[in-house]
């Protein structure tokens, strides 16, 4: 039982120690501008006189801002940098000298990355949601549904880009290249790509819970649902081989 405990609590400290890291002020000043965009276009659309379908707009703001934009952008930054930055900087030594499973340590830096994600980005699209159409007819719902898929999406991002950091030391750029021209370019080209695309898994969660029928996927929710947690459960998986296998360097 207390060596238990001590486990718990050594992975609740990587935790703690991994949201702190990942909270510079530079960083998440960033984020939060990031982030207060949606709701910045919502305001505008919102000043400007209601539109004649809100849910509608709705539906493509909280996809074509959030979910294909910033969203990923905030993943890739916190989910890049929970493990990368110590990889990066050599501090990452003394957390791979202790007799701590990588798994577990993959484990805490996801939950980190996964969590200020999820803070950062599902308030401020249920926000942006519900100042375009959350008084009329099923907008609520609708914000509702969107604000799901962003989570299922969060987790799936923040696995891969927690693995890809400690696959390489260029994740942030192969991140970058992922969101801005896989997710939101080629992943609507072809058909075949789309079952590669984060986006897709969580606009099929989105589809099935809206009660308004404005939100669109071409995925049905079990195929989707099963897609998103083989690629996460892979992600853990690699992350947890490469750190296993990350050669600690003495200091010269």
Sequence with gaps: MIATL?????????LEVTVRALLNRRRTLLMLLLVSAPILVALIIRVAGRPADPERLA?????????????PLVALVFGTAAMGSELDDGTATFLLTKPVA????????????TALTAVMVVPAAILA?????????GGFGLTMAMAAASVLAIVVYC???VALSIVTGR???IGLVYVLIWEAVMAGLFEGTRMFSVRRYALALGDALDPTGRIRAEFDLVPALGLAVVVTAIAVVVASSALARYQVRAPE
């Design 6 to 14: 001590g486990r718990a609590g050594v992975v609740g400290a990587m």
């Design 59 to 71: 539906a493509n703001i909280l996809d074509g801002m959030v979910l294909r934009s910033v969203l």
């Design 102 to 113: 990588r798994w577990k340590i993959v484990a805490a830096k996801l939950l980190g990355a």
């Design 129 to 137: 949601g519900l100042i375009i159409s959350g008084d009329q007819g």
């Design 159 to 161: 696995a891969l880009f």
């Design 171 to 173: 994740a942030l750029v």
